[in-house]
């Protein structure tokens, strides 16, 4: 197929639509306003509920997404996966950056900020992992996920290109999904008192 008639086939799935954009700078502005305004409340309750959301869909994408996909045809992962990505490009930075910054401010406003050390040990645990999970998820799983959604959209995509991009993805996925078991355990004990 020569170059035009590539450009002239429609592509698979659906597109990255912009309007993500704004939906997403809004959650960003409701979380600086909470940030600014200092209720203890309220950013409790935006960084539990992000924190939920985030451990929640990242455990549930991990352990009954992925092996489901894994085993189904090459056309089924290719539909799902390209009305997928789309909505997790979004929702998963979004919810990641919102958990963390809140987190902080939460952290400094209770005090965790200041407590003496062994007890701190659980701060800097909290901090490492959501660190690794940030990095990882910023870094590594977002520009793949949206590497291998531009090449699924394509009309005919190049399968080994897409194998090479998820060669170490499913090792990352693992990552993630225990580091999101064991920032449940830390949550656990800010919850219960250090």
Same mark, same amino acid.
């Given at each position: 197929?020569?170059?035009? =008639?590539?450009?002239?086939?429609?592509?698979?799935? =659906?597109?990255?639509?912009?309007?993500?954009?704004?939906? /997403?700078?809004?959650?960003?502005? !409701?979380? =600086?306003?909470?940030? !600014?305004?200092?209720?203890?409340?309220?950013?409790?309750? $935006?960084?539990?509920?992000?924190?939920? *959301?985030?451990?929640?869909?990242?455990? #549930?994408?991990?352990?009954?997404?992925?092996?489901?996909?894994? /085993?189904?045809?090459?056309?089924?992962?290719?539909?799902?996966?390209?009305?997928? $990505?789309?909505?997790?490009?979004?929702?998963?930075?979004?919810?990641?950056?919102?958990?963390?910054?809140?987190?902080? #401010? *939460?952290?400094?406003?209770?005090?965790?900020?200041?407590?003496?050390?062994?007890?701190?040990?659980?701060?800097?645990? =909290?901090?490492?992992? !959501?660190?690794?999970?940030?990095?990882?998820?910023?870094?590594?799983?977002?520009?793949?996920?949206?590497? $291998?959604?531009?090449?699924?959209?394509?009309?005919?995509?190049?399968?080994?290109?897409?194998?090479?991009?998820?060669?170490?993805?499913?090792? $990352?996925?693992?990552?993630?999904?225990?580091?999101?078991?064991?920032?449940? !355990?830390?949550?656990?004990?800010?919850?219960?008192?250090?």
């Amino acid at each position: 197929m020569d170059a035009t =008639a590539q450009l002239a086939t429609p592509l698979v799935g =659906a597109p990255i639509k912009l309007w993500n954009f704004a939906w /997403a700078a809004s959650a960003f502005a !409701v979380m =600086a306003a909470v940030i !600014v305004a200092g209720n203890l409340w309220t950013l409790d309750f $935006v960084h539990v509920m992000t924190g939920g *959301l985030w451990t929640g869909i990242d455990l #549930f994408m991990g352990f009954v997404v992925g092996p489901t996909l894994r /085993a189904a045809p090459f056309e089924a992962r290719r539909a799902i996966l390209t009305r997928l $990505v789309p909505k997790t490009l979004f929702i998963m930075p979004t919810l990641a950056i919102i958990t963390g910054a809140t987190g902080w #401010f *939460l952290a400094g406003r209770v005090g965790f900020l200041a407590l003496p050390y062994p007890q701190f040990y659980w701060v800097v645990a =909290a901090l490492t992992i !959501v660190a690794i999970l940030t990095i990882q998820g910023l870094g590594y799983l977002l520009p793949t996920n949206l590497r $291998v959604y531009l090449e699924l959209r394509r009309p005919n995509p190049n399968g080994p290109k897409i194998g090479a991009l998820m060669s170490r993805y499913f090792y $990352v996925v693992a990552i993630q999904g225990t580091l999101q078991v064991l920032i449940i !355990v830390v949550m656990a004990r800010f919850a219960t008192g250090i």
